[in-house]
């Protein structure tokens, strides 16, 4: 079998065997086959595109390119969940322990952010002494004991999908459907979770910017799924301006612990729930949806949800003081409002500048070797719909710097747009994907 034979046979619209694919990512990861004939399968593959079989074949073997996490000695099924990501989505830190807490098993593996803010695993770290690296072996027991872990992602889970990303990188290859798919559910598969919730973001600030993609991109990793034997679910939720109304690491725990007291954002509340719903009918524990919101709602209001998390925090040697008494987490130098320079409804929030906002106090990562300043950020006081006057505070800015501080404002107060007009309420889930 030779590399050139199946690159012409893709740039021709032919079809890649199991066995070529097999080939094709084993040979690639061993660095046998040179990155310009991948660079050329990648962009055959982006002109002629990838058939189901093809894109299971490769998620596949990706997931089985490194280590496949066993979690076969845990009773029940297994939970996992997924975004596509966004401004202020700090989905995991309340929605995990808030599952935990009705009965779920989660063995969650997260990354580190590189861009706005930091990723699930830089936010837990805002929690003093906590711990993101641990062995199989202690994950799995911790999971035996409370019924959740989430640790930082090994090197070798699919270490085929690491190396062929770089590549799609600088290729231009980034954004072709089945390869964004199997890029993700590589990673989850090997994972080793039994069920799998996708939160696919769609609008100005996620990755698929169009609802028509997002829905696509859904339907391909949820058939990647099913076919791979794990009951997967995905819900398309708005991410055209920010989720929550805090953006910045420390920020968005708070954010977290507050909703978990019942007394988060509306938006962001409706959001757990609502991914939180499928998770337990995926596991089986709820029957219906109405039986599902009634699990979770009770464990918001009596308490739980708030224990499962400091339990877990504490579990992984941060402060359980500080789930309780978030005043005792890291805070910023300069906390200021910006002010409204004109009347009006807000009709549009541009939620990437919201973003860089973030990045220029240094909540977020523009290389790898990038250092997060986790107290940093912003806290937004109005969002789309609200009718503010002049004067009226639209966010409290975080910053540790004072020319950070004045370069965020700028950006900031450019990213606001107004108008004499109302406009219209867009729904928060946009549809549900099964199959």
Known sequence: MRMYDLIMKKRNG??????EIRFMVQGYTKGEIPDYQMSAMMMAIYFRGMSEAETLALTMEMAHSGDLLDLSEIKGVKADKHSTGGVGDKTSLAL???VCSCGAVIAKMSGRGLGHTGGTIDKLESFDG???AMTTERFIRQIHEIGMAIVGQTADLAPADKKLYALRDVTATVDQMSLIASSIMSKKLAAGADAIVLDVKTGSGAFMKQEE???ALAREMVRIGNGAGRRTIAVI???DQPLGRAVGNVLEVKEAIDTLRGKGPEDFTALCITLGTYMLLACGIAKEEQEAQALLQDAIASGRALEKLAEFIEAQGGSREQVYDPSLLKTAS???PVYAEKDGYITHIKCDEIGICSLLLGGGRETKESEIDLSVGLVLEKKKGDYVQKGDVLATIHAND???FEAARA????AYTFSAEQPEKEPLIKGIVRE
């Open 402 to 404: 004072r020319a950070k």
């Open 96 to 98: 995990i322990p808030l």
């Open 411 to 414: 950006r900031f107060l450019g």
């Open 237 to 239: 939720s708005d991410m």
């Open 130 to 132: 906590f711990q993101t």
């Open 334 to 336: 300069i906390t200021e």
């Open 14 to 19: 032919g079809s890649l065997s199991g066995e």
């Open 213 to 215: 993609d997002a829905f």
